[in-house]
């Protein structure tokens, strides 16, 4: 990806960027299959820990640092 773009595409993807900041996102998107690839993988890791973090751990054990 393009390094100029790593920040703003995470932010993009948990909803931290302005209307207008988005938008441009979107367009450099659009131009970038660097930066389209990063976001797919990101993509991937913002539902992984949405789902690690919405589940209690199993039942009996415990989180450990």
């Not at 302005?18 to 998107?29: F, G, I, K, N, Y």
């Not at 389209?36 to 949405?50: H, R």
Request: with cysteine.
């Amino acid at each position: 990806a393009c390094p100029s773009w790593r920040g703003d595409l995470a932010a993009y993807l948990v909803g931290g960027l302005d209307p207008q900041a988005c938008a441009a996102v979107r367009c450099h998107l659009g131009t970038c299959p660097a930066c389209q690839a990063e976001y797919e993988d990101l993509a991937i890791v913002v539902v992984c820990l949405a789902l690690l973090t919405s589940a209690p751990p199993p039942r009996g054990q415990c989180l450990r640092p």
